[in-house]
């Protein structure tokens, strides 16, 4: 497998993998594009938003002292391999390291888009290409990869919900049960009136008989 990468190297002494494979992505960006700097800066902006997301996971792992074995890009995903986390916590908050790195990017270009705006014309043009992968295709990759599936993210992210129910637990069922009460109260007072509205009805039609 080693011969298939095309660049091998570290980043904090983790090894980091480049696929040949990355490149089967320049057919789609010709074709969306079809000028050679279009093509290039698109396809170097979509390689540093699959960067960002492998590399979010593996910020999150360390933070967290999570050991990271190595982070790999493919042409349709990349990997981040680490350790299995001792609690269930600091798994889920690796696990939405990645669309929270992408998340900060699409937070910057917008802001910068708004700023381009003010620019000449031609400036808007010649960023549209880094434009496009870091708004859209950067919002389809979140959305898939917090898809609740396995090897997805969201297979793991998800399970932020439970977590955090469990951690309170006593306070949240508590005012679960207060809501669901007064729900069920309002419920028994309109069915009550409305079966009293019935019962009158029928009572009228049978005096008018």
């Known amino acids: 497998m080693s011969q298939k990468y095309l660049f091998k190297g570290k980043w904090k002494r983790i090894p980091v993998c480049i696929h040949w494979t990355i490149f089967l992505w320049l057919p789609f960006y010709y074709f969306h594009q079809g000028h050679l700097f279009g093509i290039m800066t698109s396809f170097v902006a979509f390689f540093a938003l699959l960067a960002?997301?492998?590399?979010?996971?593996?910020?999150?792992?360390?933070?967290?002292?999570?050991?990271?074995?190595?982070?790999?890009l493919y042409a349709m995903h990349g990997q981040c391999e680490h350790e299995e986390p001792y609690y269930e916590r600091d798994d889920v908050f690796i696990a939405w390291g990645g669309v929270l790195a992408q998340l900060a990017i699409l937070i910057v270009v917008l802001a910068c888009e708004r700023l381009v705006v003010l620019l000449?014309?031609?400036?808007?043009e010649i960023l549209q290409p880094i434009f496009f992968t870091f708004i859209n295709v950067n919002i389809a990759m979140m959305l898939i990869n917090l898809v609740p599936v396995p090897p997805l993210d969201g297979a793991k992210a998800w399970r932020v919900f439970p977590l955090a129910m469990a951690r309170h637990s006593p306070e949240v069922k508590s005012k679960v049960c207060r809501i669901m009460n007064a729900l069920n109260i309002r419920r028994r007072k309109a069915m009550k009136t409305e079966s009293e509205r019935v019962t009158a009805e029928l009572l009228d039609r049978l005096k008018n008989k």
């Open 52 to 72: 960002a997301h492998e590399f979010g996971h593996a910020i999150a792992a360390k933070s967290r002292h999570v050991k990271v074995y190595a982070i790999k």
């Open 120 to 124: 000449p014309p031609l400036a808007y």
